[in-house]
């Protein structure tokens, strides 16, 4: 079974800075790929920043330089250190996980995935990240 847990959303002004935390229990055998993902109202759940059993980053070009992805085995926690935030942003914001992705694939969310496709069996419950101008 994997959980996952989000924390660290809130409400910023525009060009702060947040981190976000996910502890993650993972159990697999083979690779697998997780990652931050987001949805503002009225739109698609899309991709932001992922990273895969190697520890490749993988990023959204919408979020690139802003945001970096990492994690710290030792506390099975991954993070996003989000930088120079703007209203765009606003979103609740999602870890998910591909339990069987091989390394390699593991870009494709970040850059590609708007709600659909993948294998994304694992979601935590959402924080919410608010950036007022």
């Known amino acids: 079974q994997v959980q996952l847990v989000e924390s660290g959303g809130g409400s910023v002004q525009s060009g702060g800075s947040l981190t976000l935390s996910c502890v993650a229990s ?3 055998r083979g690779g697998y790929c997780i990652g ?3 949805q503002a109202p009225g739109k698609e759940r899309e ?3 992922t990273m895969d059993i190697n520890g490749t980053p993988s990023y959204a070009d919408s979020v690139k330089v ?3 992805i990492s994690r710290d085995n030792a506390k099975n926690t ?3 250190q989000m930088n120079d935030l703007s209203p765009e942003d606003t979103a609740m914001y ?3 996980a591909d339990l069987s992705a091989p390394p390699g694939t593991c870009a494709w969310y970040s850059e590609h995935y708007h709600g659909t496709g993948g294998n994304l069996g694992a979601w935590g419950p959402g924080t919410l ?3 007022s101008s």
């Open 26 to 28: 993972l159990r697999t």
């Open 36 to 38: 931050w993902f987001r």
């Open 47 to 49: 991709g932001v920043a």
């Open 66 to 68: 802003r945001f970096t």
């Open 78 to 80: 991954v993070y996003l």
């Open 94 to 96: 999602y870890c998910a």
């Open 129 to 131: 990240v608010v950036v």
